[in-house]
């Protein structure tokens, strides 16, 4: 089965600068990853995917990258704001169960320092 | 805007009661999903259904089972209650052709007691 897991369980930045959140996952055959953003007491908020036919997607101030050698995707955040404080979630796309299904790495807490 | 939506967002239920957890989504969505969030475990998935009156079982089924009669509607429910099973429960939904971008309910805090 897949195994996804983040680095860090926290990361704080300073308002402005940028923010790198990283991810590793464990089934090479994966082949579509997303990332979400949770805020307390809010469900989790869909943010960037990318498939493995891509090294790099970008969105409004987030750009994923996606190695597929050593089975690594980073989230950066441009300008964090103190709007981006939240947990962030990367998942992938593997089999499990006999069908496939999104597994969710343990989330990184993002703390925006004014 | 997908929109989906959970009945209570706090619940607290006694040891040993039957509980129901719904969820309804308004995109026409073939895909729904239950999955439960405790710290440090991060998001377990319970069960799905890609269709009407279809389920599949997740990584952590023990103890629930579920419906979907309509296609906008996905019930959770469990049989009896277990003070182990005090948790976050979140509802998703996606459009058909696999469980891609998934569209997430603002979950229910389940407190057996």
């Known amino acids: 089965g897949e195994s996804v897991g983040l680095h860090l369980p926290t990361l704080s930045v300073q308002e402005g600068d940028n923010s790198i959140i990283n991810c590793a996952y464990s089934n090479s055959a994966s082949d579509y990853f997303i990332w979400y953003k949770q805020e307390s007491g809010k469900g989790p908020q869909f943010i960037i995917d990318?498939?493995?036919?891509?090294d790099k997607r970008q969105g409004q101030r987030v750009t994923v990258l996606l190695n597929k050698t050593v089975k690594h995707l980073s989230l950066q955040i441009a300008a964090t704001q103190p709007g981006d404080s939240a947990v962030y979630f990367c998942?992938?796309?593997?089999?499990?169960?006999?069908?496939?299904?999104?597994?969710f790495g343990k989330g990184t807490k993002l703390s925006v320092i004014p | 805007d997908v929109k989906v939506t959970q009945s209570s967002r706090y619940l607290v239920k006694r040891t040993g009661e039957k509980v129901f957890l719904e969820c309804v989504q308004d995109m026409d969505h073939e895909n729904m999903f239950w999955y439960r969030q405790d710290p440090g475990l991060g998001l377990r998935l319970i069960y799905f259904?890609?269709?009407?009156?279809?389920?599949e079982k997740g990584d952590i089924p023990e103890g629930y089972s579920v419906s979907r009669e309509k296609k906008e509607r996905f019930s959770l429910i469990l049989e009896s209650a277990s003070t182990n099973q005090t948790s976050m429960y979140l509802c998703a939904s996606s459009l058909p052709g696999g469980p891609y971008e998934q569209y997430f309910g603002p979950g229910t805090r389940l407190t057996v007691t």
């Open positions: 990318i498939r493995s036919n891509m």
């Open positions: 259904s890609y269709d009407v009156k279809m389920k």
């Open positions: 998942a992938a796309l593997g089999r499990g169960a006999g069908s496939y299904q999104l597994t």
